[in-house]
């Protein structure tokens, strides 16, 4: 058995490709976002579907082989497709999967690609025959509030809810700080033409909305969404074959968790929503990338976290070892995860504002860092990524988590060979699609289809 600090061959992202995320009113179908988002990737990386020699697709809303119906429409060249489920983390375990692959030498390419189209409001279970597996979580949360108080609202948000009213009362802090946080990605997402929500609620307005538990307001809670996103992942051989050197950012670590027994037998609402579970995916992700303990935070520049509610976000700051465990409130006070402080955290504007389908989050966190990296994202550009000593510029860090559950946590950056200038993505789709959103053409897809592909089946799609 391998090292859980086992590297592997290097891993590199080299096509990236998004959808815009919008309001959950059935528009759009799973293949055709998904179509979209896998031909953007695929021209940003300037290869075609014939390429692709491995495939994994995640979504929590659909049936069985969604995926291949999605893919199909690029061709049917008989690859490995599996359909991937993790609740929340879904894109990103995708995305692990995709990246084992090629770290395991048993691809030299390969493809993620997370959709979903959801139902307004809250989250629930589809199957009424059954217990659904959240049920132990929920009993857990009744045990939580014995100590906490009593909360209401829909499960997940008050589940969460009632991990930052735990925090407020171990070390401080209050839902002005979840206010904030919210805030802040609100205003972040007005720079975002993906996002689903651009109206830059302030801190008082967030306040104002709604309440939906007793922490926390309409404004602080993610939205359900429609949308998909794209990730390839080549070897280094890939890349210098294919001359991607101007464009392709390092996976440098990637480790995915589940739950420890802390998450039912401590009845701390903070272990319940997964602070051990994240903790613990990023000391063996920092550790995977040549880090001592609680080494290399100093070196992350910009972050794309899972904020499905602002109290997530906070509790999150601790358990990335963005802060100390009592700093996250003082963190926020700070400016730290803002434009001018120590951190840019979600830039992209979050779940909160930018929207939240569920298997397609993971890939858009993945997207919107690879951009920033790249230093192609425009208004939404964290300052300062690359001025530092290192040529390589500093980390950039995802972390994706689904209750249930399961976290992802990614560690990013230029390679050394990283080199600006030529032909790059940008020309390929003809314009810069981190930072502008557009609809695909049959112009575009015929460009990256696979050799083998039925022009039938193609014609079903609706670009």
């Known amino acids: 058995m391998k090292s859980e600090n086992f590297k592997g061959e290097r891993t590199f992202l080299v096509g990236i490709g998004c959808t815009a995320f919008i309001k959950p009113r059935g528009l759009r179908t799973t293949e055709d976002m998904g179509l979209e988002a896998a031909t953007k990737a695929l021209l940003d990386a300037g290869i075609t579907y014939d390429s692709v020699q491995v495939a994994f697709v995640g979504y929590c809303f659909g049936d069985s082989t969604s995926g291949q119906r999605a893919l199909y429409n690029l061709g049917l060249t008989g690859i490995p497709i599996t359909n991937v489920n993790n609740n929340c983390s879904t894109g990103s375990t995708a995305l692990f999967q995709a990246a084992s692959w090629v770290r395991g030498a048993q691809a030299d390419c390969?493809?993620?690609?997370?959709?979903?189209?959801?139902?307004?409001?809250?989250?629930?279970?589809?199957?009424?025959?059954?217990?659904?597996p959240m049920a132990p979580f929920n009993q857990v949360v009744e045990m939580t509030e014995e100590t906490l108080g009593k909360n209401h609202g829909p499960n997940a948000p008050r589940m969460f809810g009632n991990g930052a009213q735990e925090y407020f009362e171990k070390y401080g802090g209050s839902v002005e700080h979840l206010a904030k946080i919210a805030s802040k990605n609100h205003k972040h997402s007005t720079k975002n033409p993906y996002s689903q929500f651009r109206s830059g609620w302030s801190a008082e307005e967030v306040l104002e909305a709604p309440k939906i538990t007793?922490?926390?307001?309409?404004?602080?809670?993610?939205?359900t969404s429609d949308g998909a996103a794209c990730c390839i992942v080549a070897s280094e051989a890939f890349v210098h074959l294919h001359s991607l050197e101007n464009q392709a950012i390092e996976i440098v670590a990637q480790q995915l968790?589940?739950?420890?027994?802390?998450?039912?037998?401590?009845?701390s609402a903070m272990e319940l929503v997964g602070y051990s579970m994240s903790k613990t995916?990023?000391?063996?992700?920092?550790?995977?990338?040549?880090?001592?303990?609680?080494?290399?935070?100093?070196?992350?520049?910009?972050?794309?976290?899972?904020?499905?509610?602002?109290?997530?976000?906070?509790?999150?700051y601790p358990a990335l070892g963005l802060c100390a465990p009592d700093e996250a409130h003082?963190?926020?006070?700070?400016?730290?995860?803002?434009?001018?402080?120590?951190?840019?955290?979600?830039?992209?504007?979050?779940?909160?504002?930018?929207?939240?389908?569920?298997?397609?989050?993971?890939?858009?966190?993945?997207f919107y860092i690879t951009a920033q990296l790249r230093n192609w994202a425009g208004p939404m550009q964290a300052p300062g990524l690359f001025d530092i000593p290192d040529k390589?510029?500093?980390?950039?860090?995802?972390?994706?988590?689904?209750?249930?559950?399961?976290v992802v946590v990614s560690l990013l950056r230029r390679p050394?060979?990283?080199?600006?200038?030529?032909r790059d993505g940008r020309?390929?789709?003809?314009?810069?699609?981190?930072?502008?959103c557009r609809s695909i053409t049959r112009a575009d897809v015929d460009k990256v289809k696979a050799k083998k592909n039925s022009e039938w089946f193609l014609s079903l799609a609706r670009l």
């Not at 390589?392 to 399961?406: C, E």
């Open 214 to 223: 007793n922490q926390l307001t309409k404004y602080m809670c993610s939205p």
């Open 257 to 267: 968790t589940t739950d420890l027994p802390a998450a039912f037998d401590s009845r």
């Open 110 to 132: 390969a493809l993620a690609l997370g959709f979903e189209r959801m139902a307004r409001g809250s989250l629930g279970s589809n199957w009424s025959d059954r217990v659904p």
């Open 416 to 422: 050394e060979f990283y080199k600006e200038g030529g």
């Open 281 to 316: 995916a990023a000391d063996k992700t920092f550790a995977q990338a040549g880090f001592g303990d609680g080494e290399g935070r100093d070196l992350v520049g910009v972050v794309e976290l899972h904020d499905c509610f602002a109290a997530n976000e906070l509790i999150t």
């Open 392 to 406: 390589r510029g500093k980390f950039g860090l995802v972390h994706n988590i689904g209750l249930g559950g399961a």
């Open 330 to 366: 003082k963190m926020v006070d700070r400016g730290d995860n803002t434009y001018g402080g120590k951190y840019v955290v979600n830039p992209s504007g979050g779940l909160e504002a930018k929207g939240h389908p569920l298997g397609a989050t993971g890939l858009g966190m993945h």
């Open 427 to 436: 020309d390929r789709l003809g314009y810069n699609h981190a930072h502008e």
